[in-house]
């Protein structure tokens, strides 16, 4: 593959006939043609409108081609900020003046909270306008004001191509600017991992105001020349109609969604058998290693677990393809990024010694935005800390111990969140287990666990406590089990471990 620093150079790898954008529905797909057109017209009406290299420009559209479409079209001259559809008013302005957008592109017809934030804030509004007859995605944009860009014309590879922030749980979240290098780098790491070639199409059901959906399901599909086949957004009704339909090569998705498609995986065996998958693609979040067997049994390919994180473009470890070993629990190998394990006094540290997860590499971001406190805590010796906790096995596969912050501390032992899940998940009731820490008046801390039961069994806490306690060492037994119908997500639908005693009533 050619190396690509730039969105725009990072288009030329289609045919020009091939199909790059797809959506459901029937509609024509946009072509590599009609996407390198379409990011001309739209650099050019975005600098007609005074909005150029650097300028951000604020995104809240709705999952599907379009979105898509104007994430790539726009970051090929200016700067993305693509914000959750789903933020309330008051969040919209908290993230359109922090990011000082230029700009906010809304899609025509849509009302969200986002128009009165930033006409509120004197943000000029610029409105998306699909083209349904020129394929899946294309589109035009009107209004906003008119002006002379200070650097006009296709992005270079140094300018930031994707702000995002980052999820903080309580402090204020960081702005990670992403340049051009960052993401196309990204882009070609992942298309590289999965060895994608043109006649391959990828389901996203990511949404795509994450750096998952963002990266792994469109930009690396794009950088392969093949398709990305865009949804409205994850829907486990219609998620086996659309792989009945648009016989996609690959899907890739975070854990719960794995889990919910693996939950009506069984009413659906002939579409699973009439439109195989080369394989599939987990990442965002750790997969226990029983949802990774069982998929990998149902769909009948291999599933391929990734290990990523805004700061990195997404992507810095996978498990690899067939015939090398994919191992379950593991996050796989260093795939992109330099990847070490790094001692409390900055040393680098050996196969099977724990420490904290390090990164460098084209890919990761030269840092946080204005927050030299955050840098000097995220940056040592020239590597990115990542806040994991993990080690490398001896083949090479990095084992992760858990979030640093998400360690529990119960009196002077140290639980990892990550195994008790684990360990949970292996007991044939549970359909999922997340493990998080309960404030306790003596220890500190104190090891809880919420869990969801598979359709139709039942299970007692005390039955699970015994089950436990046969593969984990006393203190490690959560103390308080929880049974829920659903387990509180985030935006992402990242399970959210952090503050869940507080959002069950569990308090010291």
């Known amino acids: 593959m050619a190396a690509t620093r730039t969105i725009a150079e990072l288009l030329k790898q289609g045919q020009a006939e091939a199909a790059a954008i797809r959506a459901p529905e029937g509609r024509a797909p946009l072509t590599y043609a009609g996407l390198r057109g379409l990011a001309e017209a739209t650099v050019a009406a975005l600098n007609a409108r005074g909005i150029g290299r650097g300028d951000r420009v604020a995104m809240v559209l709705p999952n599907g081609p379009e979105m898509a479409a104007a994430f790539v079209a726009v970051a090929a001259g200016a700067t993305t900020a693509p914000l959750n559809p789903a933020y309330r008013g008051e969040e919209f302005e908290f993230y359109i003046e922090d990011l000082k957008a230029k700009a906010l592109i809304v899609q025509q017809g849509n009302e969200t909270p986002a128009r009165a934030a930033a006409a509120k804030l004197g943000v000029p509004i610029i409105e998306l306008v699909p083209d349904a007859a020129a394929g899946a995605g294309a589109f035009t944009l009107e209004g906003g004001p008119s002006g002379t860009a200070s650097s006009p014309g296709m992005a270079e590879a140094e300018d930031v191509a994707l702000v995002l922030h980052t999820s903080g749980t309580t402090a204020r979240p960081k702005i990670v600017p992403l340049t051009q290098t960052n993401i196309t780098a990204s882009a070609r790491n992942i298309a590289e991992t999965l060895a994608l070639t043109p006649s391959d199409a990828c389901l996203n059901v990511m949404p795509l105001f994450h750096i998952h959906g963002l990266i792994a399901a469109t930009l690396s599909s794009l950088s392969a020349g093949s398709a990305v ?151 040592t010796n020239g590597w990115f800390r990542t806040g994991d906790q993990g080690m490398f096995d001896e083949d090479g596969y990095l084992l992760l111990t858990g979030r640093l912050k998400e360690l529990i501390k119960r009196g002077g032992e140290q639980v990892s969140p990550l195994e008790v899940d684990g360990v949970l998940s292996e007991h044939p009731a549970v359909a999922q287990a997340l493990t998080f820490s309960i404030p306790h008046a003596m220890l500190g801390e104190e090891v809880g666990a919420a869990v969801v039961l598979r359709e139709g069994m039942e299970l007692t806490e005390r039955e699970l406590r015994d089950f436990a306690a046969k593969h984990l060492a006393d203190f490690k037994v959560p103390r308080k089990v929880v049974f829920l119908a659903e387990i509180p997500k985030g935006a992402t639908g990242k399970l959210m471990r952090i503050g869940l005693a507080e959002k069950l009533g569990l308090t010291a």
Not at 319 to 335: C, I
């Open 229 to 379: 086949i865009c949804t409205p957004g994850f829907n486990a009704l219609k998620f086996f109609g659309w792989l009945d339909a648009e016989r996609p090569s690959w899907y890739t998705a975070v854990p719960t969604m794995h889990q919910t498609i693996l939950a009506r995986a069984e009413r659906n065996k002939e579409i699973i058998a009439r439109a195989p998958l080369r394989f599939l693609r987990s990442s965002s979040a750790s997969l226990p290693a029983q949802a990774m067997k069982d998929l990998a049994s149902v769909f009948n390919a291999p599933v391929i677990e990734a290990y990523g994180m805004t700061e990195a473009s997404h992507q810095m470890c996978s498990n690899p393809l067939p015939p090398r070993a994919q191992k379950p629990g593991l996050v796989g190998l260093p795939a992109g990024p330099e990847v070490a394990i790094m001692a409390d006094d900055g040393s680098i540290l050996a196969k099977g010694e724990i420490g904290e997860v390090v990164i460098r590499g084209p890919n990761v971001t030269k840092g946080y935005e204005a927050n030299p406190e955050a840098n000097a805590k995220a940056f």
